[in-house]
């Protein structure tokens, strides 16, 4: 724990954690959990968007999947005469008809009609299928993707609104029936992170652009829902879907894959037509992110850790240098807010790592000096009186049970007061933390203990020690300290520091621990009255 006393320590570990989360996948599983819990504004529902599902009521009423395109044609007809604005047909018709009795001249007649049709498009072995695997898109139809990206949980979180084999050209499903830019009320700006792939031209790779992230979607709750047969059967008023934006698809189960999303409330997964719904309309209300780039972040992260380390272990300075610190990274941790509401998403994963290390460090570091405090002396870094107090009860009871000697060394440093009122308190506190170390250096075994007992008093308890050994041990440290020639011209005893030292060892005739002290006490003022810089022994007729 000793590296809790050196804040260049403590912040390279902090550092260490920062760069670990920053450039591992606990990073992006971290960056996704906040992303998660962030309390974003949910999006209003949109009655707008109407999702006409192919669900298993309908597969129950016009047999199994696939269906003949005849009913296809008939849908795109039914919405267009009931002038849908847009209409999202996200069903796959990757193969021409070419039975003798084709309805493929009805489908495309009704896409060719309508002209507000979006049809799905995808890539297979590393080749566009285009509907009806024609070269061409068909007359009256627009084109979008329907890839879904699958985060390392199982969650769908992010889009591209562009992607294709080597060139992302082709819009997102959502994205493509919401329209025009200004539709979308973007300004001529579309959102999301440019991917550098996107201009490479790598050869037959799926290639995606423009990242999004969707805080707002949970599925298509506030979206209106009708099953395909009712609408077929006119179990509706078709004029709901005067004006709406229409998306047809696959819901039933087992037909196409479905997916989670986070955030949502009902234990339901959803059909890539419901995740095009979602960022329809996430994109129409503007409830969508762009991504920053993870450099980003982890600069994000370095400031946060700089300034938090700062305004945390520099506790002990003055105000006037603290509050700017503070005030400073309270500004910081707002830019995540600030970025949300310009439409941006700042990966605060690493951030969030460095700010969980901070305060475990520091929680540790006060656990750590709370307890040093009760049983150390800051200046000196000795244990103080309290811890040789209770040493002493412990090596006492031992020594009356084994009859083992127990010595006290009492040491005082020569005319001190009168060093302080000439140099200062803090050189004082300067030669008190000289002389510890000098001290502590002549403990022999685990055993011993050397304490700061009063302001210029040390007290050194020596367990199974005799009173020659304890004797000789006094002389070094006193021969030492005077070694280390620190002027001292109120002293009367040398021209340096110098010290008194009195010894005292238990008898079988001492009663208690006080008589101990006691005696080591006669002994340190009897050293004091020789003119100090001496070591004094208790006299043997009471020791």
Known sequence: MDLLRHKDIGFLLCLAVVLLVAFSPIGHRLDNTLFDLWPFEQAESNS??????????????????????????????????????????????VEPDTSPNSEDHLLLTAIRNSGNVVLPVFAEDGKTIIPFRNNTVPEGARLGHVDVEVDSDGYVRRAFLYAGIDKARWPSFGLATAGSLETLGQEGRLPGTRSPEAHMGTKRKWTRDHEVLMPAFTGPIGIQRYSFIDVLESHIDHEIFRGKDVFVGIQATGLEPKFLTPGTQYPE??????????????????????????????????????????????????????????????????????????????????????????????????LFFNDTRKRSDAITDLSNAKMFKETLEIEWEQCLIKRIPVSVILIEVDYFKRFVDTFGEERGNWVLARIGPILQSHKRKTRDL????????????????????ALSIAEKMRAEVEQLDIEHSGSESSDVITLSVGVATSTRTMESKEDLIEQAKAALAHAKQSGGNNVVQAEPETA
């Open 269 to 366: 997964m959803y059909s890539g037509t419901s995740l095009a719904a979602g960022l329809h309309m996430s994109l129409k209300s503007r409830h969508i992110l762009t991504p920053i780039l993870p450099i980003w972040g982890l600069t994000y992260a370095l400031v946060i850790l700089i300034l938090g380390y700062a305004a945390i272990f520099l506790t002990g300075y003055p105000l006037l240098i603290r509050a700017p610190i503070v005030l400073t990274l309270i500004g910081t941790l707002s830019v995540p807010a600030f970025a949300i509401h310009f439409g941006y998403w700042l990966p605060t994963g690493p951030a969030a790592a460095a700010i969980i290390a901070m305060v475990t460090l520091y929680f540790l570091k006060t």
């Open 48 to 93: 707008d968007i109407i999702v006409v599902e192919i669900d298993n009521k309908s597969l129950s009423a016009l047999g199994r999947w696939p269906w003949e395109r005849h009913l296809h044609a008939e849908m795109i007809h039914l919405l267009d005469q009931a002038e849908a604005n847009q209409i999202g047909y996200n069903v796959a018709f």
């Open 450 to 469: 050397v304490a700061r007992y009063e302001h210029e008093k040390f007290a050194v308890l020596l367990p199974i020690t005799p009173n020659n050994v």
